[in-house]
């Protein structure tokens, strides 16, 4: 997908600054006449179309960046955000940032206002169930775009994708409760219908076929709510599980909550651990064993990429996954 010109592509034919073709969009009369017709020059060369309305959106020297995320409720993607667009702003390009409540039509709209807008990249941690109207306006309008977290369109050349390496954190995080000879380990948590659910769990399930045991999946939304239901089930229909790996850490907060409720001492008489390593993890007691995805590295990482391909024309590779950790707190025990 060829990428629409920027400022940036206009600025490096006329062999000016960003600031000067801002200056020249605006009819400053701090531009000489000669500077002028080079940036207009450039600008016909190379097809850059000026878009008055983005311009109304920020300032004369930066860059606008749409950033859609699918839940901003949940810590791990507002970290995520926020790490994104304070990089993006110690390079001088204003991000907007849209929820989509995992809505698909809301992300339709706000990536299709982000366009008219004149965003010069996106990024798109997208909501499941889109009907592809969403990535066929974007390929429509030839704006640079990645998936990030979570893929939904299988056309990485077109839109790539980055990730922490879901899979082997969940072989991390199972191998390490396997250390205590558990009865039976469930992954609680996720739909399993989605990509990331299946990814998430690949580690757990690899783990456990090594292992010669059979898994235990408990399938439903990640949440708080959720995980407080689904440890009151466990203790009075399946009292042989006695470990857990959580879809994400709110499932594992919320099944904290609920053991708590009944009596039941997280990290003795059953062990969890959580994904994503979320500030709260650290806090709670007990304290919540988890897979590190380094999400606050991750976004400046992406940061990084985005401008690499708007600046120096360098696309990212197709996908791309980046190393997670596991750290060992007190809800799984200790050796």
């Known amino acids: 997908m060829e990428r629409r ?18 200056l020249v ?3 400053s009369s ?11 020059e450039a600008m ?25 995320i699918n839940d901003l409720r949940n810590p791990f993607f ?11 702003s110690a390079r001088g390009y204003a991000t907007v940032l849209a929820n989509t409540d995992e809505d698909p039509r809301i992300q339709a709209q706000v990536v299709a206002a982000m366009i008219e807008h004149g965003v010069s990249a996106l990024v798109v941690s997208p909501a499941y169930d889109d009907d592809a109207s969403t990535f066929e306006a974007i390929a429509r309008a030839g704006i640079p775009t990645m998936q990030v977290l979570r893929k939904v369109n299988p056309h990485v050349d077109r839109f790539p994708f980055a990730a922490p390496d ?21 992954f609680i948590g996720g739909l399993p ?43 009075r229909d399946h009292p042989d599980v006695d470990a857990a790996i959580c879809f994400n850490d709110l499932v594992a907060l919320g099944m904290m909550s609920g053991f708590a409720q009944i009596g039941r001492a997280v990290g003795r008489s059953f062990r969890i651990v959580g994904f994503d390593d979320i500030e709260e993890s650290s806090q709670v007691y007990p304290t919540l064993s988890t897979v590190r995805c380094g999400i606050a590295d991750f976004g400046r990482q992406i940061a990084e990429t985005v401008l690499a391909w708007l600046e120096e024309n360098r696309p990212p590779q197709p996908e791309r ?11 799984s025990g200790r050796k």
């Open 5 to 22: 010109p920027t400022i940036v592509d206009v600025a490096r034919v006329a062999g000016v600054s960003k600031s000067t073709v801002s």
């Open 25 to 27: 969009l605006q009819n």
């Open 30 to 40: 701090l531009v000489k006449e000669e500077t002028r017709r080079t940036v207009r």
């Open 44 to 68: 016909d060369r190379i097809g850059y179309v000026y878009n008055r309305a983005a311009a109304n959106l920020r300032t004369s020297n930066v860059g606008l960046i749409g950033l859609v």
């Open 78 to 88: 507002t970290e995520f955000a926020t790490s994104l667009q304070m990089a993006l």
């Open 166 to 186: 879901y899979r082997n954190g969940s072989l991390l995080a199972t191998r390490h409760l396997l250390g205590f000879s558990p009865r039976r380990i469930a």
């Open 193 to 235: 219908d989605r990509a990331v659910t299946q990814e998430r769990m690949a580690g757990y399930l690899q783990a456990l076929d090594e292992a010669g045991m059979e898994p235990f999946i408990v399938s439903g939304r990640a949440s708080r709510a959720f995980g407080r239901e689904a440890a009151g089930s466990l203790t």
């Open 321 to 331: 996954l980046t190393a997670v950790d596991l750290v060992i707190r007190e809800s």
